[in-house]
């Protein structure tokens, strides 16, 4: 059986009397990706520093293809770094800057020169190896940072915000070229830390939400978010409406539906504002949990006729669509996004909505 | 509306020509002190340096001075006074701010604090501190039981003008160099790091490279202020040492032989202002190749 690429074992990051980062266990197996997904101050940024070296756990230990490197310097790693606001050296050209780790391991010159072509080509930065980094776009500089990562092949990379300095349409446009480099370098593990969510869908196999220094939840994308086990997951991978919920009689996990709070396609009853709905546990809900329903605005209906009576507080437009915010009869507060608001009623008066069932149930409070 | 337009044409001649000449004004009162209080006492200064003591005008003085085997050697011993000087505090003064920049310690802040205090002291009171430091009556030669005369005998000598120079020019290299260091993003020295290069290699490809028009600014406004240095070299009291300020000092002072100290002191002036030039030079040279619009740096392609 091979090592994992990245092995994180109780990592604990301090710096002073703060805690950046606790006891963080993490796995990434080679060529997977996976994304460090969390809010500013979450650790997810510190979590990757831990893995480069920038800086020193104060607890656990960190592997990189089962060695243990906690106490090895950066330049010992052998990792390919990218950063927010790229870090290219301004006083080098392009194609130095991307020979620059080659060079610091003092490859012969002739396979520096290969390398740097055949890196340059690859993000699609041939045409511009003489220019300085201050005369490229921000995008341009980027490629240029992931080609100077990938230039000393790299077993893992690790991608600090890098689409973050960028515009919306240069990070569209960069997202796609990191898909495609993922495809073409599929051995390359990535760790890809980011406060977007997107982004995080996008690129990851899996992802790690963090919060507060800690790790709420590692899964597979998809998992996480169709079927989050945190509250928190749930709201930050999606956006999800958390409404409290009654369960109407708690189940063990693996109930056959005999006692009726399970059924058997899996589903529990809950009820929300006097109404009954079917959800998707995704944990164990212990008899007298707090629960919550994760709804995604988008699987929101707002019909005149929808079974849950609720009033409509604003609409905001969304350039695709309307988002509506609601408030149910028992005073919780929810967000649907539609495509057109015709037929509805005006702000300030009532409408029906309707959640579909298989929405998924986290206890509340949980990750949070 | 014509009664109202008919002045508002007769002032706009008298308007334009006003602010045609408001710049003018205002550069006058800065023009008026530079020309009083410099250029005039320069020209005075080169007049005098061409008329001899009988009062006749021409290079007689100039040629008497610059061949004289005085003239010759405190020239020589300016320079390498100066260039030496120069040479230590470049290596002092980058060390330190390495040292403040990467290599925090507690009371690191302090440390720059004092050598910014340096900044503020007369040149003379590090000479005065370094006799009674290292003079032969001084506290080192009574702390090694020597007394007055003393095992430790440097300081009457260049070498004592030398430390004292690079200790209290040490701050001008450090202080625009540590400003430069500061402004080296560490993302750049982790990255650097991560693509596998040891601390020597980042700090002599990234750091210094970023640090190198402070750092050639310094040592320019270094090397000309040690090349001025009188107060050192007249407050150690070191015989041997004449540098151009000193034979300035001399001739006019305690010779009275004004056209030769002003021969002197011109050629003094026209040293730094070559020196000033080149510092400007460095500059616009450097500033243009970092912009990446100048000559071709040492990148892959020859051409």
């Keep these: 059986m091979t090592a994992p690429a990245v092995e994180l074992r109780g990592v604990s990051v301090h710096f002073g009397r703060t805690v950046a980062l606790r006891e963080l266990d993490l796995v990434v197996g080679r060529g997977e990706a996976l994304a460090l997904l969390g809010p500013s101050g979450s650790g997810k940024s510190t979590a990757l520093k831990a893995v480069a070296g920038f800086v020193r756990p104060h607890s656990g230990r960190v592997l990189l293809s089962g060695v243990d490197v906690t106490d090895a310097p950066p330049h010992r790693r052998g990792l390919g770094v990218v950063v927010q606001n790229y870090a290219l050296f301004p006083h080098m050209r392009v194609a130095d800057n991307v020979a620059f780790g080659l060079r610091a391991r003092r490859m012969p010159r002739r396979e520096v020169e290969q390398r740097v072509t055949e890196v340059l080509a690859m993000v699609g930065m041939a045409d511009y190896r003489r220019r300085y980094p201050r005369e490229l776009s921000g995008g341009q500089q980027q490629r240029v940072a992931i080609a100077r990562a990938l230039a000393i092949r790299p077993p893992v990379l690790l991608l600090d915000e890098p689409l973050s300095a960028l515009d919306a349409a240069l990070r569209e446009e960069m997202l796609a070229e990191l898909l495609r480099l993922r495809r073409e370098l599929p051995d390359t593990a990535m760790v890809y830390v980011t406060h977007d969510q997107g982004e995080a869908l996008a690129l990851a196999d899996r992802v790690a939400v963090m919060r507060d220094a800690r790790l709420v939840e590692v899964g597979p994308t998809a998992q996480l978010y169709h079927r989050p086990r945190a509250e928190f997951t749930a709201s930050f991978l999606g956006a999800a409406n958390l409404l409290p919920v009654e369960l109407v009689a708690a189940a063990p996990e693996g109930s056959d539906g005999s006692d009726g709070t399970v059924r058997a396609d899996g589903l529990a009853t809950v009820r929300l504002a006097g109404a009954e709905l079917r959800a998707e546990p995704t944990g164990p809900l212990p008899a007298g949990t707090p629960v919550a329903l994760g709804v995604r605005p988008h699987r929101v209906e707002v019909r005149a006729d929808a079974g849950l009576p609720a009033r409509l507080l604003g609409v905001q437009w969304r350039g695709t669509g309307f988002r509506l915010e609601l408030e149910l009869d028992d005073g919780s507060r929810l967000r649907a996004d539609v495509s057109t608001v015709d037929g509805l009623p005006a702000v300030g008066e009532r409408v029906g909505v309707s959640i579909p069932d298989g929405c998924p149930l986290v206890p509340a409070g949980a990750g949070a | ?303």
Excluded at chain 2, 261 to 277: E, F, I, K, P, Q
């Design chain 2, 1 to 303: 509306m014509t009664a109202v337009a008919a002045p508002v044409a007769a002032t706009a001649p008298r308007e334009r020509e006003r602010r045609r000449w408001a710049p003018l004004l205002w550069l006058a009162p800065p023009m008026l002190v530079v020309l009083g209080f410099f250029c005039y006492p320069l020209a005075l200064v080169v007049r005098q340096s061409l008329v001899s003591e009988s009062g006749e005008v021409g290079l007689a003085v100039w040629r008497h001075v610059v061949t004289s085997p005085e003239f010759t050697a405190a020239l020589g011993r300016t320079v390498l006074l100066s260039v030496g000087a120069t040479a230590g505090c470049v290596l002092l003064g980058t060390f330190l701010a390495l040292v403040l920049a990467f290599t925090p310690f507690p009371g690191a802040r302090v440390v720059s604090r004092v050598v910014d205090a340096v900044l503020a002291f007369p040149s003379f009171l590090i000479a005065l501190s370094f006799t009674f430091l290292y003079g032969s009556a001084g506290v080192l030669n009574a702390a090694l039981g020597g007394g007055a005369g003393g095992p430790v005998d440097f300081l009457y000598g260049p070498w004592g003008v030398l430390l004292a120079e690079v200790t209290f020019y040490t701050p001008f290299v450090m202080r625009p160099v540590l400003a430069a260091f500061a402004q080296v993003p560490s993302a750049q020295l982790d990255v650097a790091a991560s693509l596998g290069a040891r601390p020597w290699r980042v700090l002599r490809q990234v750091v210094l490279p970023e640090a190198w028009p402070a750092l050639a600014s310094g040592t320019c406004l270094t090397l000309l202020m040690t090349m001025n240095e009188f107060g050192i070299v007249l407050f150690v009291g070191a015989k041997d040492v004449i540098t151009l300020p000193m034979l300035v000092h001399t001739k006019g002072i305690v010779t009275f032989d004004y056209p030769a100290a002003c021969v002197v002191a011109v050629v003094n002036v026209v040293l730094s202002v070559a020196l000033y030039t080149v510092h400007r030079w460095v500059f616009r040279v450097l500033g243009t190749n970092r912009a990446g619009e100048g000559r071709a740096g040492a990148g892959l392609d020859p051409a």
